[in-house]
């Protein structure tokens, strides 16, 4: 793996993310995809499986680093390191699962994949910010709404996925991912 690369790509990534979170956004929960959990997908399929997990952590950190919540009031806002770097964590290794059955060439391949594991690291981040709010009354969460409206996200980012998935061949070149052999008379996708 290109580590310049993945640290131009995590720049520009979570550039799009924070510039146009509020502009893709779509309904009353805000429902809007991940540039950051799609470029951790297409690290995820060709990389090895420390690199993806290690990747997945630290993309999940700095989204928990990025994204303060709020507190009763609207007044101030609080940070909480640890439930998307451990969602994107599970969601790694669900992917890690997962990428043996795919067809790693395939754009649906990588739209499903998105959409798998974001719903998966949703509801991990739900269920830790859920166990939160119990002893930190401050904390503005309701569990139902939260979880519809990331499991919303979850179906906006597959389609995001889906649609960078047919340009994920020459990412992949770029970040300097194992790309699988080619069969001797088979034309590939990208």
Known sequence: MNLIAVIVGGYIAFSLELGMRNALAVGTGGAAPSFVFVLCMILAIGSPANLVLWTCLIFGLITDLTWPHEIKGGAASVTIVGPYALGYLIAGQFVLLLRSQIIKRNPLSLGFLCFAGFAVAQVVVVALYTFRSG????????????????????????????????????????????????????????
């Open 135 to 190: 002893y930190t009354p401050e904390i503005v969460w309701e569990p139902t709404h939260q979880l519809i409206s990331r499991l919303l996200s979850a179906l906006y980012t597959g389609l995001l996925g889906l649609l960078v998935g047919f340009f994920a061949g020459p990412l992949s070149a770029a970040f300097g991912l194992h790309q699988p052999a080619q069969r001797r008379y088979s034309r590939p996708i990208y």
